[in-house]
Structure formats: C-alpha cells, structure tokens
C-alpha cells in the first residue's frame, strides 16, 4: 500500500468517527433547545423554556411567558427514564418559586407544578 492510499484511509476513517460521535451525542440530548407549549395554573398561559442539558443530568435554561422572566436554579434530566424536574425563580434572585416535576417523551414534557400556586406544564420541543 502506497503511503498516499494510507493517508486517504486514515482521514476517511477519521472523518467517519467523528461523524458517529456527533450523531450519538445529538441523539442522546433530547432537552437542548427551545420549548414551547403552556402552563395551567388558575389560567393557562403561553411559555417558552431554552433549555440546555449537560449530558449526564444537571439542566439549566429560562423561561419566558410568566410576568417576570425565571431562571432554572437546579435542574435534572434522567435520560432512561425521561424523568424532567425544574426548579425555576425569578431571574437575579436565588429563591425558587416553582418546581416544574414530568416526563419527557418524543420531544414532549407534561407534568406538574408545584410551588406559589399549582398546576400542570406540557411542552413541546422545537425542531
């Protein structure tokens, strides 16, 4: 084998792991990205969660839609079981107002809220 027909296999080789990698790990992160959906307290209103997941459990993010904007202050995600839990204050303060507690499934979160007032979430992830 001539050295040059070494190289093009090693790069071709090369590429292609990268490629896999990439592909497993976007696979794997299915809380990264924007949400969409409603929550349902006393009336439903419209949110919109940025989430962005670590890889092993911690979530962090905002939500938008509520009278002031929320951080995530603590956040998992368990991808085995889709287990989603949120713990969500204002931004700038450190106190949590409320735990949003649900399941993840094809790019869908539902579950409940607990905190000042309770209620329901659902969710959609945007492609």
Do not use: H, Y
Not at 53 to 75: E, I
Not at 87 to 98: H, R, S, T, Y
Not at 105 to 123: L, M, Q, R, S
């Amino acid at each position: 084998m001539t050295r040059r027909t070494l190289l093009w296999v090693c790069c071709a080789l090369l590429s292609a792991s990268s490629v896999l990698a990439q592909s497993r790990g976007a696979k794997a992160d299915a809380i990264s990205g924007t949400w969409t959906g409603e929550l349902t307290m006393n009336r439903s209103r419209p949110i919109t969660l940025q989430l962005k997941f670590d890889g092993t459990r911690k979530v962090t993010g905002t939500l938008t839609g509520l009278q002031s904007p929320a951080d995530v202050k603590a956040g998992t995600f368990d991808p085995k079981t889709g287990t989603l839990k949120l713990e969500l204050g204002k931004q700038g303060d450190g106190a949590v107002l409320l735990v949003f507690e649900g399941k993840v499934v094809e790019g869908k979160a539902t579950g409940t809220v607990t905190g000042e007032d309770t209620g329901e979430f659902k969710i959609a992830k945007k492609e």
